[in-house]
């Protein structure tokens, strides 16, 4: 690799996103459901300044990772289960109910999570990285047998290994000036 450094694929740099906004979410959760006095004397950071940035972390997540229905649900869950309990009362709201569906909710996702992590057997398999494959492909191309090399690009062998000439195999059948063009 260019540097010594490997570059991140699209996917794993959504998970380290998605894995930093979950833990900022959870250690701010954390913090919020701390007694005031303990966080606002051990910590020196207001109470109204943690629900804030918790307020504007889930919100951030719930857009990004969400769908518009799941999301007014999470947050309807979130408002009933936080809610003070004067207002709870006046309003008749039993707030077990509204915080075991918020748990519910947090499981049924955690579970989706490992499943989509474990293999199903379903995955692409990966090129076979063969110099007889390379070989096979050139003798195609110089021989300009086009179903001969479909039949070898169909065995799954890795087409951008290069030849011991220096050339690829695209390369080859691209440029009049590599050796059997």
Same mark, same amino acid.
């Given at each position: ?7 991140? +694929? ?5 998970r380290i996103?998605?894995l ?6 959870t250690?701010?959760a954390?913090?919020?459901?701390l007694?005031?006095e ?5 910590? #020196?950071v207001?109470h ?18 969400l769908k518009?229905?799941l999301?007014? &649900? ?5 408002a #009933? ?5 004067q207002?709870?009362e #006046?309003?008749?709201? !039993? ?6 569906a ?6 049924v996702g955690l579970?989706n *999570?490992?499943?989509?992590?474990l ?10 990285? !063969?110099?007889e ?5 050139? *003798? ?6 086009l ?6 690009? &169909? ?5 951008n290994?290069?030849? +011991? ?8 059948? #691209? +440029? +009049?000036?590599?050796?059997? &063009?």
């Amino acid at each position: 690799m260019a540097g010594g450094k490997e570059k991140l +694929d699209f996917l794993t740099k959504l998970r380290i996103r998605e894995l930093i906004l979950m833990g900022l979410i959870t250690i701010t959760a954390v913090l919020v459901n701390l007694p005031h006095e303990y966080v606002e004397e051990t910590l #020196g950071v207001s109470h109204n300044t943690l629900v804030a940035v918790l307020g504007i972390a889930v919100i951030i997540g719930l857009f990004l990772y969400l769908k518009f229905g799941l999301f007014v &649900a999470v947050v309807l869950l979130i408002a #009933g289960a936080n809610m003070p309990e004067q207002i709870a009362e #006046g309003l008749n709201i !039993s707030r077990v109910p509204i915080i075991l569906a918020l748990l519910a909710l947090i499981g049924v996702g955690l579970i989706n *999570y490992v499943v989509k992590l474990l293999p199903t057997g379903l995955e692409p398999r990966p090129r076979e990285k !063969s110099t007889e494959g390379i070989r096979a492909l050139f *003798y195609a191309i110089e021989k300009n047998n086009l179903v001969y090399a479909r039949k070898v690009l &169909a065995m799954n062998f890795e087409a951008n290994l290069h030849h +011991d000439n220096g050339y690829t195999p695209l390369g080859q059948s #691209g +440029d +009049d000036r590599a050796p059997g &063009a």
